[in-house]
Nanobody, 123 residues
Framework: QVQLVESGGGLVQPGGSLRLSCAAS????????MRWYRQAPGKERELVAVISSGGSRDYADSVKGRFTIFRDNAKNTAYLQMNSLKPEDTAVYYC?????????????????RGQGTQVTVSS
């Protein structure tokens, strides 16, 4: 029905930048909130940023001022621009979204199938 695919991760030096993408495809009527999470080894999954369909944004304190979430509704895609990266940003980044399917009146949360995209910040 719906597939979300993250991309854009990689290895970057401290202070560097990366842009992650989360593309949703399938039988999509509308997408409400889109979110980025991350999980570092040995740690719990952390909500990093969220953006509403209208563009309202919220961030974890640890990334405020460094990360920016934005979206292209025509492409059903959310992005996470990450600047001034720190080693503690190293994690697997995941996205999910609240989606209403075509032919449905309900909104459900869909995520990628556990793969995510690896971000490694190291010199």
């Amino acid at each position: 029905q719906v597939q979300l695919v993250e991309s854009g991760g990689g290895l970057v030096q401290p202070g560097g930048s990366l842009r992650l993408s989360c593309a949703a495809s399938g039988s999509i009527h509308t997408i409400n909130d889109m979110r980025w999470y991350r999980q570092a080894p040995g740690k719990e999954r952390e909500l990093v940023a969220v953006i509403s369909s209208g563009g309202s944004r919220d961030y974890a304190d640890s990334v405020k001022g460094r990360f920016t979430i934005f979206r292209d509704n025509a492409k059903n895609t959310a992005y996470l621009q990450m600047n001034s990266l720190k080693p503690e940003d190293t994690a697997v980044y995941y996205c999910n979204a609240d989606i209403r399917l075509i032919g449905s009146f309900y909104v459900s949360t869909f995520g990628s199938r556990g793969q995510g995209t690896q971000v490694t910040v190291s010199s």
